[in-house]
């Protein structure tokens, strides 16, 4: 089984600042198939990246995803109020098809 | 566009047993994997395993292995999730999501609204 490890765990930053926030893989994910959701309070998570780096439909380019192997990243260039939610890296390679913990992205 | 509609929230005692739904609209059913996923109070996603339904085929996470059962019913276009008897630990919201077309490896798009279920005496 294949686990994911997100860091930090909270982030805190401010509107217009950069965030990187980190998936770690247990083992290589096969064929990059890494994906990001973005939760907010009371709502289902919501696919913002899938393949490490595409973005899904209606998502704002100020998300990108990068990386392989066992090291991926989602970066939010420019931080909107919208923004502050919990994120969570999944593998859909390997059965169980297992989540990360989760980051908080904090104001 | 493709929604995935959940069973209302559920209150239920310690060895109830108990089967909760996720109909799924504006698509075709049988050839995309459906899948459960849970979130206890206040913690992360937890994938719990996923259900063809054009065969029943099913795959589940170690930790939920003969915990729950996962299933599909492709007449009324809906899978389902249930346990035979319920624990206190088994009080969270759950969520389906649907697969891409004929693969089970691709991301969770779209997703229900969650159904939760409270296990309480």
């Known amino acids: 089984e294949i686990v994911l490890t997100q860091s930090p765990d909270t982030l805190s930053l401010s509107p217009g600042e950069r965030a990187t926030l980190s998936c770690r893989a247990s083992e290589s994910v096969s064929r990059s198939f890494l994906a990001w959701y973005q939760q907010k309070p009371d709502q289902p998570p919501k696919v913002l990246i899938f393949?490490?780096?595409s973005r899904a439909t209606g998502v704002p380019d100020r998300f990108s995803g990068s990386g392989s192997g066992t090291d991926f990243t989602l970066t939010i260039s420019r931080l909107e109020a919208e923004d502050f939610a919990v994120y969570y890296c999944q593998q859909y390679g390997y059965s169980p098809f297992s989540f990360g913990q989760g980051t908080k992205l904090e104001i | 566009e493709v929604q995935l509609i959940q069973s209302g929230a559920e209150v239920k005692k310690p060895g109830e047993s108990l089967k909760i739904s996720c109909q799924v609209s504006g698509s075709t059913f049988s050839n995309y994997w459906i899948g459960w996923v849970r979130q206890m109070p206040g913690k992360g996603l937890e994938w719990m395993g996923i259900?063809?339904?054009?065969?029943?085929?099913?795959r589940y996470s170690p930790s939920f292995l003969g915990q729950v059962t996962i299933s599909a019913d492709t007449s009324v276009n809906t899978a389902y999730l249930q346990w035979s008897s319920l624990k206190a630990s088994d009080t969270a919201m759950y969520y389906c999501?649907?697969?891409?077309?004929?693969?089970?490896?691709?991301?969770?798009?779209?997703w229900g609204q969650g159904t939760l279920v409270t296990v309480s005496s």
């Open positions: 393949g490490t780096s």
């Open positions: 259900v063809y339904p054009a065969t029943s085929t099913t």
């Open positions: 999501a649907r697969h891409g077309l004929h693969t089970e490896h691709t991301w969770f798009d779209p």
